[in-house]
C-alpha cells in the first residue's frame, strides 16, 4: 500500500538558496531533487533595485507572483503591467519577459517545462503566450462548494468570449482555495499513450495549513511546503484548521484521473456566474 513516504515533500523556505543577478534562486523541483521528468520548479526572490530576465528558449515558463512588491511591473511583448500576487506570465518557446520590483523583495514561481511532443498537444497550435492576473483569469467551483480555482494555464478552460485560456497542453496550472473543511476526493493520476511516464504532479502552499493524506498516513504542510506526487500514487488534501491557499501544477497536460472516494461531486467543477442568479455551467475538462 503506498504511504506519505511515496511522495517528496519540501519545505521550500528553507531549501538552499543561490545567489543570481535578479536575487536568489532555490531548486524547489527537478529530476535530481524528485524524479520530475517535465517540470523544473524554482522559487526566486527578486530583491528590490533588480530585475529578472527570462528567455524562454525551447521551453515553456510559466512565472507566477506569489506577493506584491511596494513598486513593479511585469514587461511582456511591449507592454507593463502591475507586478501584484497573482499576476505572471505564461511563455511559449521563443519569448521572453522582465520583473522588476523597487521597495522591497517579492516572491515568485518559476516552472520550465520541455516542449511537449504533437501527440500531447492533441492538434493544439502550443500558443501564444499571454500575461494574466486575477481579474483576467476565471473562477472555478467545485460542487461541494468547498473549493475554488483560478487557471493560469489549461487549455480546457473558456474565457467569456470562448477562447482557451491557453492553446497548449505543456502545462496545467492554478491557484487553489480551499474553505476551512474543504478536501480533494481521494485519488490518482496515471499516465495516456501520448504520455505514457504520466504528468509532474505539484503542490505548492501558501498560506495556511493543509494535509496530505495518502494510504492510512498523512503529513500537515505549511506555506512555502512542496509536495510531489509520482504518477499512480493515490492521495488527498485537506485544508486543516482553517482555510487553504496553495498552487498546483501538473506537466505535461496528459493524463487519467481515477476517484477512489466515494464522494458523489466526484471532480466536477463549475464556472463562478457571471451574473448573480445565473444557472451554474459546468467545465468540460476534455
Known amino acids: 500500500m503506498a504511504t506519505i513516504r511515496d511522495v517528496s515533500i519540501i519545505d521550500t523556505n528553507t531549501?538552499?538558496?543561490?545567489?543570481?543577478?535578479?536575487?536568489?534562486?532555490?531548486?524547489?523541483?527537478?529530476?535530481?531533487?524528485?524524479?520530475?521528468?517535465?517540470?523544473?520548479?524554482?522559487?526566486?526572490?527578486?530583491?528590490?533595485?533588480?530585475?529578472?530576465?527570462?528567455?524562454?528558449?525551447?521551453?515553456?515558463?510559466?512565472?507566477?507572483?506569489?506577493?506584491?512588491?511596494?513598486?513593479?511591473?511585469?514587461?511582456?511583448?511591449?507592454?507593463?503591467?502591475?507586478?501584484?500576487?497573482?499576476?505572471?506570465?505564461?511563455l511559449v518557446p521563443g519569448e521572453s519577459a522582465r520583473i522588476e520590483v523597487s521597495g522591497s523583495s517579492a516572491d515568485l514561481l518559476h516552472m520550465v517545462?520541455?516542449?511537449?511532443?504533437?501527440?500531447?498537444?492533441?492538434?493544439?497550435?502550443?500558443?501564444?503566450?499571454?500575461?494574466?492576473?486575477?481579474k483576467t483569469l476565471r473562477g472555478l467551483s467545485d460542487a461541494s462548494g468547498g473549493r475554488?480555482?483560478?487557471?493560469?494555464?489549461?487549455?480546457?478552460?473558456?474565457?467569456?468570449?470562448?477562447?482557451?485560456?491557453?492553446?497548449?497542453?505543456?502545462?496545467?496550472?492554478?491557484?487553489?482555495h480551499y474553505h476551512d473543511g474543504g478536501s480533494s476526493p481521494y485519488h490518482l493520476h496515471t499516465?495516456?499513450?501520448?504520455?505514457?511516464?504520466g504528468a509532474a504532479?505539484?503542490?505548492?502552499?501558501?498560506k495556511g495549513r493543509g494535509k496530505v493524506e495518502v494510504g492510512d498516513t498523512a503529513q500537515e504542510i505549511e506555506p512555502g511546503t512542496l509536495v510531489f506526487f509520482p504518477p499512480g500514487v493515490p492521495h488527498?488534501?485537506?485544508?486543516?484548521?482553517?482555510?487553504?491557499?496553495?498552487?498546483?501544477?501538473?506537466?505535461?497536460?496528459?493524463f487519467k484521473t481515477k476517484i477512489l472516494s466515494e464522494e458523489a461531486q466526484g471532480l466536477k467543477w463549475f464556472y463562478e456566474p457571471e451574473k448573480p442568479g445565473a444557472a451554474p455551467v459546468e467545465w468540460n475538462q476534455s
Not at 242 to 252: C, K, T, V
Open 15 to 90: 531549501a538552499t538558496a543561490r545567489q543570481v543577478p535578479s536575487g536568489l534562486e532555490r531548486l524547489v523541483c527537478g529530476p535530481e531533487l524528485t524524479g520530475s521528468k517535465n517540470l523544473t520548479v524554482y522559487r526566486r526572490t527578486i530583491e528590490a533595485g533588480k530585475q529578472l530576465e527570462v528567455q524562454s528558449g525551447a521551453d515553456y515558463h510559466l512565472l507566477y507572483l506569489m506577493q506584491t512588491p511596494k513598486q513593479g511591473t511585469v514587461e511582456y511583448k511591449g507592454k507593463s503591467h502591475a507586478a501584484e500576487e497573482g499576476a505572471g506570465v505564461l
Open 113 to 134: 517545462v520541455p516542449n511537449p511532443p504533437a501527440a500531447v498537444e492533441d492538434g493544439l497550435p502550443g500558443g501564444p503566450g499571454y500575461f494574466f492576473n486575477r
Open 148 to 176: 475554488v480555482r483560478r487557471f493560469c494555464a489549461e487549455s480546457a478552460v473558456r474565457l467569456l468570449d470562448g477562447s482557451r485560456l491557453t492553446s497548449t497542453n505543456a502545462i496545467q496550472a492554478g491557484e487553489m
Open 191 to 197: 499516465g495516456t499513450p501520448a504520455n505514457p511516464d
Open 201 to 206: 504532479h505539484v503542490y505548492m502552499t501558501f
Open 236 to 254: 488527498r488534501l485537506r485544508a486543516h484548521g482553517g482555510p487553504l491557499d496553495y498552487f498546483e501544477i501538473q506537466a505535461w497536460r496528459s
